[in-house]
C-alpha cells in the first residue's frame, strides 16, 4: 500500500511539474520550394471526378500522382490554415499529412508539365478556396522569389520511380495507388494508408 500510494505522489509531482507541451513552430514563411520529387507517375481515369482542392468545379479524368519531400514543419497538422501545395497553377490534394517523414504523397490534377511547373508551398488557406485567380497570383509570387521548376535530372529519375501511365477505374482506385505509396515512403502514416485500403462495406 506504502508503495502505490508512493508512485501515485510521483505521478502527481511529475505531471505538476512536468512543462507544458509547446506547440506546433510557427508557419515556415512561404512560399517555400519542396526539397525533392521521388517520384511522378501520370494517371488517367475511366470515371471523372470532380475535385475538391480547388474552387471552380473542376473534373478530374487524368493527372500525376508525385511522391515529395518536404520541410515537415510546412505540414504539421494544425488547427488553423496550412500552406497550401501547388504545381503549376493548380493546387495539389495532399493524401497524407506527410508529418513526421517530411513525405508527401499528392494527386495533380490535369496535364502537368513538371519541366516548366514549379512545386511549392504557397500562403496558408483553405485549398477548396484557391480560384484560378488565387492561384495565378501564388504562382507569381513563387516566381518573384526565384522557385523554378526541378530540374531535368532529379524530373528523369522521378519517372523512372513512377513507371508508365496508370490507367485506373476511378477516384477510389487513385486513391488506393496513393495508399501504397504512403506505406512505401511515408513512415508513420501507416495507419492512414491501410484506412484507405480496407475494403469498403459491400466490396
Do not use: C, H
Not at 508503495?3 to 512560399?31: K, N
Amino acid at each position: 500500500m506504502k508503495i502505490r500510494m508512493l508512485l501515485s505522489l510521483m505521478v502527481l509531482f511529475a505531471a505538476m511539474t512536468a512543462p507544458a507541451l509547446a506547440g506546433p513552430p510557427e508557419v515556415p514563411a512561404t512560399p517555400a520550394p519542396v526539397d525533392a520529387v521521388l517520384l511522378t507517375q501520370p494517371f488517367t481515369l475511366d470515371e471523372p471526378y470532380e475535385y475538391k482542392w480547388q474552387a471552380g468545379n473542376i473534373m478530374v479524368k487524368q493527372g500525376l500522382l508525385l511522391v515529395i519531400d518536404v520541410d515537415p514543419d510546412l505540414v504539421i497538422p494544425r488547427q488553423t490554415p496550412e500552406p497550401v501545395l501547388f504545381v503549376g497553377n493548380a493546387t495539389a490534394e495532399r493524401v497524407n499529412s506527410g508529418y513526421p517523414s517530411g513525405k508527401v504523397v499528392a494527386i495533380v490534377p490535369g496535364t502537368v508539365d513538371l519541366s516548366t511547373a514549379p512545386i511549392w508551398f504557397g500562403e496558408p488557406m483553405l485549398p477548396e478556396q484557391v480560384t484560378a485567380a488565387i492561384a495565378t497570383s501564388q504562382r507569381a509570387r513563387a516566381d518573384e522569389a526565384g522557385i523554378g521548376p526541378i530540374s531535368a535530372t532529379v524530373l528523369d529519375a522521378a519517372l523512372d520511380s513512377g513507371g508508365s501511365v496508370l490507367k485506373l477505374a476511378d477516384y477510389d482506385a487513385l486513391r488506393r495507388r496513393a495508399a501504397e505509396l504512403i506505406q512505401q515512403y511515408a513512415a508513420g502514416e501507416e495507419d492512414l494508408a491501410m484506412g484507405i485500403l480496407a475494403p469498403k462495406v459491400g466490396e
